[in-house]
């Protein structure tokens, strides 16, 4: 069943809000699909969805990214050629980032093994609980204060760890981050940013894990021949999740800060009941 040009903008929405609120948006992709009437989304549609989230989301970190980067040049240059000295906090940050990308972009490709198990409602409604549970736990626990001069190489691997949970639909990528760096002694507001950093290459690992998906495809059984209103429909998704993102973004830079993410786990924990009621009614 192919979606109609409001449901491709609905899903979009959806996708993109879901992507940086930390409820799942694979979980929520799948719960609306199975409403809407499609089982799954195709791979073109998914790359289209997660290149809007990027998008957005670089657009929303474009000035921390080239600040990154050019403190990054800096520290490479031989200390007797600088004219002045990198940020030590930013190169900290990015020595920080490179170790917990790793073992999250490591889960994001085991994924692909066990796919086809994790798509069910009732698999998707534990996770569901389980990412509440990691939401919440933070705020059972002292707040901490630490940077990234503090953080050590383990507390990136949990990090790195947790965020590859988003790989499984039920749990986020962002709010898993965001969770074990204030339980590890970080803040909210670094941790929130570090977790913003790390959902772009998670972005880009799925638009990867998508274009594989498609080309796939097309050396299988075929393509089939696409239509031009096809990739309108796509491009409404990526408008919408374009859209969907740079409100989540939003909605999480004001609520994280000020109250924490915690909330959202009794959201979790709804989806998760919506979600099993859903299994048992369909």
């Known amino acids: 069943m192919t979606l109609g040009y409001w449901q491709s903008l609905l899903l979009g929405l959806v996708s993109g809000l879901t992507e940086f609120l930390p409820v799942s ?19 073109i549609t998914l790359l289209f969805l997660h290149a809007g989230a990027l998008l957005a989301l670089y657009q929303n970190l474009r000035g ?11 520290a490479a240059i031989p200390k007797r050629r600088r004219k002045r000295q990198p940020d030590h906090q930013s190169i900290m940050d990015l020595r920080l980032l490179k170790t917990a990308c790793w073992p999250m972009l490591a889960l994001f490709l085991l994924s692909t093994l066990v796919s086809r198990w994790t798509g069910g409602l009732p698999f998707i409604s534990v996770m569901l609980i389980l990412n509440g549970i990691l939401l919440y736990l933070p705020s059972r626990l002292p707040a901490g204060n630490k940077n990234a001069h503090w953080m050590t190489r383990l507390d990136a691997l949990l990090m790195g760890l947790a965020a590859g ?9 962002l709010g898993a981050a965001v969770s074990v760096a204030q339980t590890r002694g970080a803040d909210k507001q670094r941790s929130l940013s570090w977790a913003l950093m790390m959902c772009i290459p998670a972005l880009i690992a799925w638009m990867a894990l998508d274009g594989y998906g498609i080309l796939s495809t097309v050396m299988g059984p075929g393509l089939g021949q696409l239509e031009l209103l096809f990739f309108l429909r796509c491009a409404l998704a990526m408008l919408g999740a374009w859209a969907g993102a740079y409100l989540g973004i939003f909605t999480l830079r004001f609520l994280a800060v000020s109250m924490g993410i915690s909330g959202f786990a009794y959201y979790s924990w709804g989806a998760a009941l919506f979600t099993f009621i859903l299994y ?3």
């Open 25 to 43: 948006a694979p979980a929520h992709r799948a719960l609306l699909l199975r409403l809407l009437g499609p089982d799954t989304a195709d791979n």
């Open 64 to 74: 921390q990214l080239a600040h990154l980067n050019r403190q990054r040049r800096l």
């Open 165 to 173: 949970l988003g790989a499984v639909p039920g749990f986020s990528t």
């Open 280 to 282: 048992l009614t369909t």
